[in-house]
Each structure stands twice: as structure tokens, then as C-alpha cells.
Antibody, heavy 122, light 108 residues
Framework: QITLKESGPTLVKPTQTLTLTCTFS??????????VGWIRQPPGKALEWLAL???????RYSPSLKSRLTITKDTSKNQVVLTMTNMDPVDTATYYC??????????????WGQGTLVTVSS | SYVLTQPPSVSVAPGKTARITCGGN??????VHWYQQKPGQAPVLVIY???DRPSGIPERFSGSNSGNTATLTISRVEAGDEADYYC???????????FGGGTKLTVL
């Protein structure tokens, strides 16, 4: 059974750096093809894909946020970490991590964490 | 970058058929995936690879994709189907994931 759970601060100040951790179970990020992605959703708005890391440490970022994002993995701890620099109130959102299946062409997310709401305010 | 366009809202009476569209340039050449999101909950995958259903998703949910439009069809709509629905593709040219703007399905 695959589960994911996001953790991190619920409140950050403008200009600060946000660090979110996705802790997962039921799969290994060393398995060929597997990926873990981050998606966010501002209150009342649409989903926005942020980043994804593959089993082989290959990484992809949303072009609009690439300069502010870093995604890393710790395979031994079953964790993926997302950092976002220079936070702004418009970054207030629920942040989700999600599992990408192992099949080469499986570019969707079949399991999602519950999400964590991050508010950016002074 | 690749853009997916969804109608903001769709309304349907119980027992009828709801069709939610997702438009994109030559989207028929891509694989489209659909997610259902109920208030306060995480998204749930309901259709992948245009028309495949994950285990546990009712057969009432189906999908199609051709030309510039992909469609999620929900037959015999129930009150419990009321939710936001998002389409998603992987843009191979940029190796990036793209979500549509979402459609709120209201069951009258």
C-alpha cells in the first residue's frame, strides 16, 4: 500500500525559504521508473505542477518557478524534500506530493499525499 | 508551454450524463489523465491513458481523446460525483507536467 505525507511549516514570512518534506511508504525511490512530484493549489484555485524527481535523481521543474525550486531525495529515509526560496503571499497554497508509477510512459500521479497548507504572511 | 483549457463549470441532473472537456493543441497525440477532487480532499486519479480506470473507480467514469479535445464522461451521475475535475498531460517536448484549470461539476 502506497502512502505519502507532507510535512513542514504552516506559516512562513515573505522572503523566507520554505522546506517541505514528503515521507512515503509502499515503494522505493530506487526502483527504476519511479518518481515523486510536488503539486500545489492556492485556495480556490487550480492545481499547479511544481517539480518531480526520478529514481535516477533526474529532476524536472516548472519553468515559471525553476529559479526558486530545489527538489532532492533521500532514498534511505524514503523522503523527498522541496525547497522554495523567496516566498511571497501568492505562494500561499496547499502543497501535495504524489507518486509517479514505474512504467516508462506513466506520466501521471496515482497516489497523493493529504496535502499541507502553507500560508505566507508577515 | 502547453496549455490545457477546461470549462469552469458543468451542471447535470442526477442520473444523466456529464461530459467535461479538456482542450489542447493536438491533444489527441498525448495521453490525458483525469483527477477528481472533492472539497478539502486530495485529488484522486479517475482516468489514465485517456480511458483506463484505476481499480475502484466505477465503470460510470470513462474517457476519450481525439483531435484537440479530450473528454471525461460520467454516466448515471450521482450526487457523490459533485467535485472539481482536472485533466493533466505530460508535454514530451518539454518533459513537463501540465494541469488544466479544472471544472466544477454540479449535480442539480
Amino acid at each position: 500500500q502506497i502512502t505519502l505525507k507532507e510535512s513542514g511549516p504552516t506559516l512562513v514570512k515573505p522572503t523566507q525559504t520554505l522546506t517541505l518534506t514528503c515521507t512515503f511508504s509502499g515503494f522505493s525511490l530506487s526502483t527504476s521508473g519511479v518518481g515523486v512530484g510536488w503539486i500545489r493549489q492556492p485556495p480556490g484555485k487550480a492545481l499547479e505542477w511544481l517539480a518531480l524527481i526520478y529514481w535516477n535523481d533526474d529532476k524536472r521543474y516548472s519553468p515559471s518557478l525553476k529559479s526558486r525550486l530545489t527538489i532532492t531525495k533521500d532514498t534511505s529515509k524514503n523522503q523527498v524534500v522541496l525547497t522554495m526560496t523567496n516566498m511571497d503571499p501568492v505562494d500561499t497554497a496547499t502543497y501535495y506530493c504524489a507518486h509517479r508509477p514505474t512504467t516508462y510512459s506513466s506520466n501521471y500521479f496515482d497516489y497523493w499525499g493529504q496535502g499541507t497548507l502553507v500560508t505566507v504572511s508577515s | 508551454s502547453y496549455v490545457l483549457t477546461q470549462p469552469p463549470s458543468v451542471s447535470v441532473a442526477p442520473g444523466k450524463t456529464a461530459r467535461i472537456t479538456c482542450g489542447g493543441n493536438n491533444i489527441g497525440s498525448k495521453s490525458v489523465h483525469w483527477y477528481q477532487q472533492k472539497p478539502g480532499q486530495a485529488p484522486v486519479l479517475v482516468i489514465y491513458y485517456d480511458s483506463d480506470r484505476p481499480s475502484g473507480i466505477p465503470e460510470r467514469f470513462s474517457g476519450s481523446n481525439s483531435g484537440n479535445t479530450a473528454t471525461l464522461t460520467i454516466s448515471r451521475v450521482e450526487a457523490g460525483d459533485e467535485a472539481d475535475y482536472y485533466c493533466q498531460v505530460w508535454d514530451s517536448s518539454s518533459d513537463l507536467w501540465v494541469f488544466g484549470g479544472g471544472t466544477k461539476l454540479t449535480v442539480l
